[in-house]
């Protein structure tokens, strides 16, 4: 929605606002929805100076100053944009904190198995807490090569 903050005597000032649901965006939202203002503003024959503008220099009575070619961000255009910048890291490292945080789970069960194996209610729970411990030892592997793999991208990054 837009609204009106304040009449100048040279100019008005408006607020444009809108909902984000996704605030990892705001940076990149932000940054398109005021170009699509100005686009759009543009587009429809509305001059946007500064309110000293016309005291630098005369100017005919016809002319305007809007960009010849103004083109509209074509939605879902393909740009770096801020929010990506400012955000990838932080979120693979937010992945890397999930990603240990399994590993610890992990690690936890094997303990449990270990324990199982150690004092066993039976010859059938020492074969399902070695055969699980097995799977668990695989998968600690796995996510602590992924941890590896996620830590040596963000250190690149």
């Known amino acids: 929605y837009v609204q009106i903050r304040s009449l100048g005597d040279f100019s008005v000032s408006y607020q ?28 429809a024959g509305i001059e946007i100076v500064s309110p000293n503008f016309m005291n630098t220099r005369a100017v005919g009575k016809n002319q305007t100053f809007i960009a010849k070619d103004v083109k509209p961000i074509e939605p879902g255009a393909v740009t770096a944009s801020p929010d990506s910048l400012a955000f990838d890291k932080a979120e693979k490292a937010e992945s890397v904190s999930n990603l240990r945080a399994k590993l610890a789970e992990v690690e936890a069960r094997i303990s449990d198995c270990d324990a199982v194996i150690a004092k066993p209610p039976s010859e059938q729970g020492q074969i399902a807490a070695t055969n699980e411990k097995e799977k668990l030892l695989a998968r600690a592997t796995r996510l602590s090569d992924l941890i590896a793999r996620r830590e040596a991208n963000i250190s690149k990054d």
């Open 16 to 43: 444009v606002s809108g909902l984000l649901k996704e605030l990892n965006n705001l940076i990149d939202k932000r940054r398109d929805l005021r170009a699509r203002t100005m686009d759009a503003l543009h587009n």
